[in-house]
């Protein structure tokens, strides 16, 4: 149930999540509404991840100043080449008309230039014609024939260009391929230390925490930081050598016209930050209804036949269907929103573009650029457009790194267990004897709330120690403390003398075999599952095991027998063979005590009869104490430990409790009449 | 598919609209180019300002139209989207609603949810693109190529061969990536099953040290992940700088080549930088394109799966003629001769049961897990229809009785204590929302639920959380019990729903139940012998059959199998005591 609860969690946790699911436009803004709370700090330690990357991270960014460098200058030389293709044009056209007007037959001396000509031409005339192209008319030696294109110097530029542009396409391929390198590598750093914290955090930690919550900052966490800072590094980085670059190339081109472009383009920044502003507040209410609608479906198929039963089908649809509505005005708001993006940034690149040739054109009848730099300008602008529109996108994309990043480092930084002491004493399991003594020991899951307060017993080698109380008693708190999940506030727990604090815990645990009603199965063959406490176990051993708990004639009737593979969570087995699986792992590992939950639930009447008998075979020698739900385990305990509310209120012999009359006697009494309340310690079981 | 398209119909006005918009926004993208040739070739070269101030501001115009164009494209293509995913998301939860059990286990619920949610979702979002974007693709490919043909036939080569270029590229890359890909799942899929059993575990793996072996574990998963990841990633890396080179070298190239067209006079300068623009419109159009072949199979997927919670019929539904209950056996249960299989199941899971419950009296089923005793019981409020033989409620068979009409009759407790979301007080009126504070409180009351409801803080509007997680499990029952009493119905049908309480409670619960079901039809399903010591009846089930059918002290001396169940329940004294007395509650001290 509390899996199921779990997953359940961590599925509605990733359904509100925004930004998972963003939207995949050109041009349009993932809407992260995920904010970190320390965006500073989890930078900082974000950065700590990268540290090992410095040299790579120069690396990529020399690659990155190389790729972006080439695209810069890219257009400037486009132009240039585009230059000569208009000096061609305007010298052959200025021949044609020149030596038109010529009367036939009269030759030009040699070396008459354009220069020549244009001097001679009255001032009014000169006028006309515009300057750039003046230059170009000068040069033109009229006696040499018409004029020929510079095919030579185009074809340079064109080479020039191709190398150019393949090199920077080897550079941005190179730099693209160390980040996702290196965004692998951190990626999968952060969950080595992520498991590697597991192991270290007290059981504490996750008794208090839905273990979706883990999980997610495992999977979905780390993901969304690999991804979102592959993205915005790269992009971060390329946007500014692309800005500074871009200013550099415009400026050397024209004031005027950037002036015009640094005018211009910011706008569509503003545009972008206005619209990205009012969607969010649509994507925010898209993902909670989205959240509310999804949780409303999940309960009503999951509470089906309930829903059936009462008449509740009506009453279901329209509440779907009102909240269907509410999903679709959001949901379409959010994306028509977003969507205004693309045609506002263009309008204002277009207006950009207007802007530039208009006044460039202007500028250059009156000389001072030519066709090819307004050319080159007009791609300049929408370079410089690119990253400043997204400015807003990677703000956005650092945010949901950030965020995502924060749940991670939290994690990282919760309170680690204490560590072993530095001289324990050394234990082997075989040497010890079984005593256990409880002195004093004060215990509480809060710091202000004991539930143990005061509690001393001994136990001695071979006892059987039953634990019993009400549902949510706390009968697993002495688990706990037995096999120092938790430690005890005060007072102690010896074994054989030794207090439990001063040995390693591992060795601690090794002391004790542990079945318990939550049975813990994984994802592999039963062979392995019941060799989990003994990795050396030979077959021979664990056919005996699993004989000794009645396990093996389930398992042979299994197709694969012991090489069978448990499917996840084990479904592929009943729940009582699974119990039976895990005493056959407790034998194996043959531990001088125990610690048993007796099974109850979900098993049918004849595995249970299995189970008992092979509870009762492990814990023959051995200091057990036994979570009981049976009376015959109960009567026969040697010790009983009566628990309420997670104290231990009473403990005893069945036969002393019921003479002191407490809590036991009256748990016990009002469950059987005074007839029924046998006094002889032997019962006679059929069960056993 | 087809299912899928009905919903759609209403849409096809819209859809032509947008066609018309998307018509406009292209020709309005596609006239730019011809403009600014205008500009270079009469205005710049010819040195004639006004050209270039006249055609700066009619590009300003076509921008701005074209930008409203491109807005209503934006506005009816959400619409159309969001609306769409509105009415299939309906349509399929209301289906489902109508399903029987037997439809929900050839689905199982956690798919029917994701059909539902997530692949609704898919389906708008993929339908979103396809109209906002993708299906500017072929228009303006078609538009730019047009155009281009019409400014330099010879050149148009260019333009196609950096078209096949690309489409290999991509193609190479997808058909390396896409295996990969679902590789990649897989991998995630894992590494997630081994972090979950390392977190579900811990008790365990702490217990048996073995830590490092888990790390291990992880760190295997984590490792192949990592490395599969990094291949995909490199191999995307590609895309970008490759589509770059492309465009880059096609502007070149067309240059280079309209160079010589401008010198024999073919072209004009300005016409050469248009085509540029052409070209860089075609390949962005093809890339549009292209989309659709990687959004579409996703689609298909959910489409598919949508289509056939759709294409789904219910089986158990309202008879064309239904029956008037019969009123002299009003709150009777009949099973004569009742077979039942799951479909596609060879071993029927109950044979040949027949009994009667009356009322005023209480009939119980036992038997081990999975001898059909939750199976028997769901027959009677038609979760499931028989295979063989009939269930009669009042007479009449529950087949022809209209559904609401039987489910008025029959209140049901299920095994698994269901809440929603909602206050206490809701839920305990789930089935008569009308139903007064009084009632609500009384049912509580019997329920032995009054007691924890006055802890709560907000009482009986105290909040539960979905699914009912914020109580208890014993709670959780209580309160379903609370829910049935609340319903008043004729036949009370307890489906092992005492299961979590504690043996107080149980026994209070019980005590109050007796007088509250009084001259009512009561059916119990139970684990404890205990909880159904005392029925009028009790039906024996193994194996799907019934192995014995009487009281308590008949079946200990005739029915084995109940011999069996009661002895690994009670000792042998206990069991004549309870016998003797009949008060044995249960054996069971602390549950």
């Not at chain 1, 970190?36 to 990155?64: C, D, E, N, S």
Request: aromatic share 8%; proline share 3%; hydrophobic share 45%.
């Amino acid at each position: 149930m509390t899996d199921a609860k779990n997953i359940k969690q961590s599925q509605s946790r990733q359904a509100v999540r925004p930004g998972m699911m963003r939207p995949m436009g050109g041009g349009r803004v993932a809407m992260g509404t995920d904010r970190a709370k320390h965006f500073g700090r989890t930078m900082k330690q974000l950065l700590q991840y990268l540290r090992p990357f410095w040299v790579r991270l120069i690396v990529v960014v020399v690659f990155a100043i190389g790729s972006t460098v080439f695209t810069i200058i890219g257009p400037r030389l486009l132009g240039d080449m585009t230059n000569k293709v208009v000096d061609g044009y305007v010298a052959t056209q200025a021949y044609d008309k020149l030596t038109a007007q010529l009367p036939k037959g009269v030759k030009l001396p040699a070396g008459t230039t354009g220069k020549v000509l244009l001097q001679k031409i009255p001032a009014n005339e000169l006028s006309k014609i515009p300057s750039d192209q003046r230059g170009a008319i000068a040069k033109i030696d009229f006696s040499a024939g018409r004029p020929k294109y510079d095919f030579a110097g185009i074809a340079s530029i064109a080479t020039w260009l191709l190398v150019m542009f393949a090199v920077s396409a080897v550079f941005g391929y190179a730099q693209s391929w160390l980040m996702a390198d290196m965004v692998q590598q951190i990626t999968y750093n952060l969950r080595r230390d992520i498991a590697k914290k597991i192991n270290k955090l007290p059981l504490r930690y996750f008794d208090n925490q839905p273990f979706g919550e883990v999980l997610s900052r495992v999977t979905n966490d780390v993901d969304t930081v690999g991804q979102n800072l592959n993205q915005s590094i790269t992009q971060i980085i390329t946007s500014v050598i692309m800005i500074i670059g871009v200013l550099a190339m415009m400026l050397s081109i024209s004031w005027q016209l950037t002036l015009i472009a640094v005018i211009i383009v910011p706008l569509s920044l503003i545009a972008s930050l206005f619209v990205v502003k009012r969607s969010q507040s649509y994507y925010m209410n898209q993902q909670n209804t989205l959240a509310e609608l999804n949780g409303h479906i999940e309960e009503m198929f999951s509470g089906h036949t309930v829903m059936r039963a009462f008449n509740g089908e009506n009453r279901s649809i329209s509440r779907f269907k009102k909240l269907n509505y509410k999903l679709f005005n959001n949901s379409w708001r959010a994306t028509f929103l977003s969507g205004l993006m693309m045609p506002i940034t263009q309008f204002i690149g277009n207006l950009g573009f207007v802007g530039v040739a208009v006044t460039g054109g202007w500028l250059a009848i009156h000389g001072s650029v030519n066709l090819g730099d307004i050319l080159a300008f007009i791609q300049y602008v929408s370079l410089l457009n690119q990253p400043i529109t997204q400015a807003a996108n990677i703000a956005n994309v650092l945010q949901l790194a950030a965020a995502a990043a924060e749940r991670v480092f939290e994690f990282l930084a919760e309170t680690e267990e204490l560590a072993d002491p530095a001289q324990a004493a050394a234990v082997q399991p075989a040497d010890i004897k079984g005593h256990v003594d409880f002195e004093h020991v004060v215990f509480g899951y809060n710091p202000g709330k004991n539930i143990i307060k005061d509690f001393t017993a001994n136990v001695k080698p071979g006892m059987r120690i039953a634990i019993v109380g009400p549902t949510g008693a706390g009968k697993t708190t002495l688990v706990n403390l037995l096999m120092r999940f938790y430690d005890v506030k005060s007072g102690s727990i010896t074994i054989d003398g030794t207090d439990t604090r001063d040995l390693r815990r591992a060795d601690v645990r090794r002391l004790f075999g542990m079945v318990l009603q939550d049975t813990w199965l994984f994802n592999g063959t039963i062979k392995d599952n019941i060799a989990y406490g003994k990795e050396d176990a030979t077959m021979d051993e664990i056919v005996a095991a699993a004989t000794a708990a009645h396990a093996d004639g389930f398992i042979r009737a299994l197709p694969g027998g012991y090489d069978m593979v448990l499917g996840e969570d084990a479904d592929n087995i009943a729940q009582g063979e699974k119990q039976l699986l895990t005493i056959a792992r407790a034998m194996l590992a043959n531990p001088p005590m125990l610690i048993l939950d007796e099974a109850t639930s979900s098993v049918d009447t004849r595995t249970e009869v299995l189970i008992q008998a092979a509870m009762d075979k492990l814990m023959h020698g051995r200091t057990s104490f036994v979570i009981a739900h049976r009376l015959s385990t109960i009567r026969g305990a040697d010790l009983i430990l009566v628990m309420e509310n997670g104290n231990i209120v009473e403990s005893g012999t069945h036969q002393s409790l019921l003479a002191a009359n407490g809590f036991y006697a009256s748990l016990y009494n009002s469950q059987f009449n005074g007839a029924m309340v046998d006094d002889e310690p032997n019962v006679q079981l059929v069960a056993n | 598919m087809r299912k899928l398209a009905r919903f759609f119909v209403p849409y096809i006005p819209y859809l032509v609209i947008l066609l018309a918009l998307v018509y406009g926004q292209t020709w309005a993208t596609l006239a730019l180019p011809s403009y600014m040739s205008d500009i270079v070739n009469k205005g710049i070269v010819a040195q004639n300002n006004n050209i270039i101030l006249q055609d700066g501001l009619k590009m300003l115009g076509v921008t701005l139209l074209g930008g409203v164009f491109m807005i209503g494209v934006s506005y009816i293509s959400t619409r159309i989207a969001t609306g769409y995913a509105r009415r299939l998301r309906e349509a399929v939860f209301t289906r489902v609603e109508m399903f029987s059990l037997v439809e929900f286990n050839s689905f199982s619920n956690a798919s029917l949810i994701t059909r539902s949610t997530n692949d609704v979702q898919q389906i708008q979002q993929v339908l979103g693109m396809i109209l906002r974007i993708a299906l500017i693709g072929p228009f303006m490919g078609v538009g730019a190529i047009i155009r281009a043909w019409d400014l330099a036939p010879s050149m148009t080569w260019i333009m196609a061969l950096a078209i096949v270029i690309l489409t290999s590229i991509i193609a190479v890359l997808f058909t390396v990536a896409l295996p990969r890909f679902k590789q990649v799942q897989k991998l995630v899929d894992r590494l997630n099953l081994v972090t979950r059993e390392f977190l579900t575990g811990l008790r365990v793996i702490r217990a048996f040290n073995r830590e490092d072996h888990e790390e291990k574990k992880f760190d295997e998963a984590n490792m192949d992940l990592r490395r599969v990841n990094t291949f995909v990633n490199r191999l995307l890396a590609t895309l970008q700088p490759t589509l770059m080179l492309i465009m880059n070298l096609v502007s070149v190239a067309i240059v280079w080549v309209g160079a010589y067209a401008v010198s024999s006079n073919v072209m004009q300068v300005g016409n050469v930088l248009a085509f540029v623009q052409y070209a860089m419109q075609a390949i962005a159009a093809f890339l549009m394109i292209s989309m659709i072949f990687v959004l579409a199979p996703r689609a298909a997927v959910s489409a598919q799966r949508i289509g056939e919670v759709l294409g789904t019929e219910p089986l158990i539904v309202d008879p064309d003629e239904p029956q008037k209950p019969k009123a002299d056996l009003a709150g009777t249960v009949t099973f004569k001769d009742v077979s039942f299989a799951y479909s596609g199941a060879d071993k029927p899971v109950l044979e040949h049961i027949s009994f009667t419950a009356k009322p005023g009296e209480t009939t119980a089923f036992v038997g081990s897990t999975g001898s059909g005793k939750s199976t028997l019981i769901s027959l009677i409020p038609r979760f499931y229809d028989v295979t063989y033989g009939q269930v009669l409620v009042d007479g009449v068979d529950v087949r022809q009785l209209r559904l609401k009409d039987l489910h008025a009759k029959v209140g049901y407790a299920p095994q698994h204590a269901t809440l929603f979301t909602g206050t206490v007080e809701s839920n305990i009126k789930y089935g008569k929302p009308k139903a007064d504070l009084n009632d609500v409180r009384h049912a509580a009351n019997v329920a032995q639920a009054s007691d924890f409801i006055a802890k709560l803080d907000g009482q009986y509007d105290s909040d539960i959380a979905q699914g009912g997680t914020n109580v208890s499990g014993g709670q959780r029952q209580r309160l379903n019990i609370a829910r049935v009493l609340a319903y008043k119905p004729e036949i009370y049908i307890f489906d092992d729903s005492f299961s979590a309480l504690d043996f107080t409670t149980d026994a209070k619960l019980r005590q109050a139940l007796k007088q509250e079901t009084a001259g009512k039809t009561v059916l119990i399903v139970a684990q404890r012998i205990s909880t159904i010591i005392q029925a009028d009846n009790i039906v024996v089930l193994d194996e799907g059959k019934v192995v014995g059918q009487g009281k308590h002290d008949e079946l200990l001396k005739s029915c084995s199998v109940y011999r069996e169940i009661a002895e690994s329940q009670l000792s042998a004294k206990e069991l004549q005591a309870a016998a003797s007395s009949g008060q044995l509650t249960s054996p069971e001290l602390a549950l």
